[in-house]
């Protein structure tokens, strides 16, 4: 079944415990993306890749660090995590950019608190 | 500043009922829209997406309609039923900086019995 996959789905923390939240997907997409989801806020870009090894700062990427050494993998790092990350975390992946009908495959969250 | 605004904020309606939800949007010049529905709790879904040259766009019970002229798009949903109950959310691609995303804070769509 394509899908893009996350963990670990919730997560409590305090600030400043260095964590990782592992993103895969199976459909061999060159894309991926790192998303924030809070009330009233819609969803925010943290970061994206376009491929391997080539990622690039979104909208919010303060904070957040991301490798892509494979294809399949995009971990989102928080080196030092404070209450403000307090969020709603979504991985996605897509075959290429959005110029076309490319569509966007969401991973089914992650609740991240940081205490 | 590329916006993208959705109204209204929440709606209730009863099941059978006809609904539709609108998307107004700055982004200049623009690529596609899409639109997604999210369950509480968990990843959008996409439900269709358009580009400039097309105006309308259905997906089983939902139809897209988009004026690129005023920059407007609207979803109708026909029949609703309970499992519409979700947010639905209105995003955009411009076409100079396609990698990424505009979204709209979406509408929370409400469907009773």
């Known amino acids: 079944e394509a899908q893009v996959t996350q963990n670990p789905r919730y997560l409590i923390t305090v600030t400043g415990k260095k964590l990782t939240v592992t993103c895969s997907q199976n459909?061999?997409?060159?894309?991926m993306s790192w998303y924030r989801q809070d009330p009233g806020l819609g969803l925010r870009q943290i970061y994206y890749?376009?491929?391997?090894?080539?990622?690039d700062k979104g909208d919010v990427p303060e904070g957040y660090k991301v490798s892509r050494k494979e294809k399949r993998n995009f971990p989102l790092i928080l080196e030092s995590p404070s209450p403000n990350q307090t969020s709603l975390y979504f991985c996605?992946?897509?075959?290429?950019?959005?110029?076309?009908?490319?569509?966007?495959?969401f991973g089914p969250g992650t609740r991240l608190t940081v205490l | 500043k590329n916006q993208v605004e959705q109204s209204p904020q929440s709606l209730i309606i009863l099941e059978g009922k006809n609904c539709t939800l609108q998307?107004?949007?700055?982004?200049?010049?623009?690529?596609?829209l899409r639109w997604y529905k999210q369950d509480t709790g968990r990843g959008p879904v996409s439900l269709t997406i358009?580009?400039?040259?097309?105006n309308t766009k259905s997906n089983g019970r939902y139809t897209a309609t988009l004026d690129a002229d005023t920059k407007q798009s609207s979803l109708h949903i026909t029949a609703s039923q309970l499992s519409d109950s979700a947010s639905y959310i209105c995003?955009?691609?411009?076409?100079?900086?396609?990698?990424?995303?505009?979204f709209g804070t979406g509408t929370r769509l409400q469907v009773f019995p």
């Open positions: 996605a992946s897509s075959s290429d950019g959005f110029r076309s009908y490319n569509e966007q495959f």
């Open positions: 459909m061999n997409h060159e894309y």
């Open positions: 890749s376009m491929n391997v090894e080539v990622t």
């Open positions: 998307c107004n949007y700055t982004v200049s010049p623009f690529s596609n």
């Open positions: 358009m580009t400039f040259s097309e």
């Open positions: 995003v955009v691609s411009g076409i100079y900086n396609t990698d990424k995303l505009i």
